[in-house]
């Protein structure tokens, strides 16, 4: 009985031991060994697979464009409301490196380079000679900057846009796909005598306008993407994460600045935060929102946690940017320059932001469909069918590496078709929010770096979740034995 109760005492001291023992391993140092394991595989250290594939993205992204072709343009030149169908999609393998210029001990300074190849195979049907009918971006863009800028030369502008424009002088215009997108329509070719001087104007003001670029023989090139393909970025200075893992990727400068120069001094509007949504930190929290500084509408972007979700086996959280993105609340977004159909203020309504001081031009940002939007801009043309899950942007992260596994960034492009002050050709024009294109950059991880990301750092992950409560359990059975035991052998004493 003396040996029952020895047995009993050793067994509930042993089993206490182990209790707390890997209570203490399981609650204090595995977690630390697991978290300094995620982070020495993302952060930015020199010569690791990290810093080839941050300098190098091993595999392209999607990069889709859908157009609007106005299917009754000679009504519209009389005042009927436009009727739209989308035309696509026209799919582009988006090519991005990063370019280090200079690595500091917890900074690396690069420029991104994207460049854009058309993929046949997943476009099909569609082509890049595919022709469309659509707003005459450039002809309303150069109508509108002199409207508000030489108001009393409309009439000689009248006369000189033969000159400026060729074969598009209408608000509408039949082009070819490729030639909007990347190959560039040719501006200011022959011109006249007036066109002549007219061009010299349009020369001027299109070195602040991203979408224009003077030739060598004095032609202008517009295109709707040319300026992106194979052109570097401002530099972008970023965190490594080396010091702290949760500032990494986190942009501290972008083009020499902290903060963007596009919207109204010192606000909000005009900070850089966040990424630039090719990397994010690890260990994410649902409870607090993402950021990316999305250089192509010179703004930051807040993504807000959605919900749970898996891709290819891994877990997820899901973040997206719903209404509150364009619901111009901020009020540093209106630069109150754009006109067509405004508030009273001069401000645009909800779902519409103005880009002129982010692209030089009168183009108005959306959600694709005008999803979010006020009806007065949505009700002003036919043929749109906006859809949450299809027309705004997303993210899929893998919580504990940060790891993108799934996203898309998607933008409606937009110009005000109305009538401008002694051009006989806009006269009739019914003014309207007029689609353009939009287009959506995703992101699907391969399933090789799935398969990668899986077993290298979340199949130990899953292991260690499972053999945590296991350990404890066995430890607490060992503790209860004991216990049970020498409760057992006392009481046969006491008889």
């Known amino acids: 009985m003396c040996t029952s109760f020895v047995f009993g005492i050793s067994t509930l001291v042993t089993g206490a031991i182990l209790v707390i023992a890997s209570a203490i391993v399981s609650f204090a140092v595995i977690p630390d060994v697991v978290e300094n394991s995620i982070v020495n595989e993302v952060v930015l250290n020199n010569n690791t697979i990290q810093m080839e594939r941050f300098e190098e993205v091993p595999f392209p992204l999607n990069f889709t464009i859908r157009v609007f072709n106005i299917t009754n343009a000679v009504d519209v030149l009389n005042g009927a409301v436009p009727v739209l169908n989308e035309i696509g999609p026209y799919v582009y393998k988006l090519n991005t490196k ?26 099909f049907p569609n082509t890049e000679d595919d022709i469309v009918h659509i707003g005459n971006i450039a002809y309303h863009g150069v109508l509108q900057i002199a409207e508000a800028g030489f108001s009393s030369a409309m009439s000689i502008l009248n006369r000189a846009l033969p000159g400026i424009f060729g074969t598009h002088t209408e608000p509408i215009m039949q082009v070819r796909v490729g030639d909007l997108l990347l190959d560039g329509i040719k501006l200011c070719e ?23 670029e003077v030739q060598n023989d004095l032609t202008i090139n517009f295109s709707a993407l040319g300026y992106r393909n194979g052109k570097p970025s401002e530099q972008y200075n970023v965190y490594r994460g080396l010091v702290n893992p949760v500032d990494l990727g986190r942009i501290t400068e972008y083009g020499a600045r902290p903060h963007l120069p596009y919207w109204k001094t010192s606000s909000v509007c005009n900070m850089i935060n966040g990424t630039d949504s090719g990397i994010f930190h690890p260990f994410v929290n649902k409870e607090q929102p993402l950021y990316s500084l999305n250089t192509d509408i010179c703004r930051s972007v807040e993504l807000r946690y959605q919900n749970d979700v898996e891709y290819k086996g891994v877990s997820a959280y899901r973040f997206t940017v719903n209404e509150w993105f364009l619901d111009n609340s901020d009020g540093c977004y209106c630069l109150n320059l754009t006109r067509g159909i405004n508030r009273p203020d001069g401000c645009l309504y909800e779902g519409a932001m103005e880009l002129y001081s982010c692209l030089g ?51 409606q492009f937009n110009v005000f078709m109305r009538p401008v002050n002694g051009i006989a050709n806009t006269e009739k024009l019914r003014t309207t929010l007029t689609p353009i294109f939009w287009v959506e950059e995703s992101f699907l991880l391969p399933n090789e770096y799935a398969e990668e990301l899986n077993s290298r750092l979340l199949s130990p992950l899953k292991l260690i979740d499972i053999l945590i409560p296991v350990a404890l359990v066995i430890c607490s059975v060992v503790f209860l034995v004991g216990l049970v035991v020498s409760i057992w052998a006392r009481t046969k004493r006491s008889y």
Do not use: W
């Not at 990063?98 to 190849?117: A, I």
């Not at 022959?190 to 224009?212: E, H, W, Y």
């Open 98 to 123: 990063r370019l280090v210029k200079d690595l500091l001990e917890d900074q690396v300074m690069y420029k991104k380079l994207d460049t854009f190849e058309f993929d046949a195979e997943a476009s």
């Open 190 to 212: 022959n011109p006249d005598f007036f066109g002549t001087i007219a061009c010299a104007l349009v020369r001027q003001f299109s070195v602040d306008v991203k979408n224009m």
């Open 361 to 411: 031009a009168f183009i108005v940002l959306s959600y694709p469909h005008f999803l979010y939007a006020d009806q007065r801009y949505s009700s002003g043309v036919m043929g749109l069918s906006p859809v949450a899950d299809d027309h705004r942007i997303y993210l899929d992260i893998e919580p504990n590496t940060g790891t993108v596994v799934r996203g898309a960034k998607r933008a």
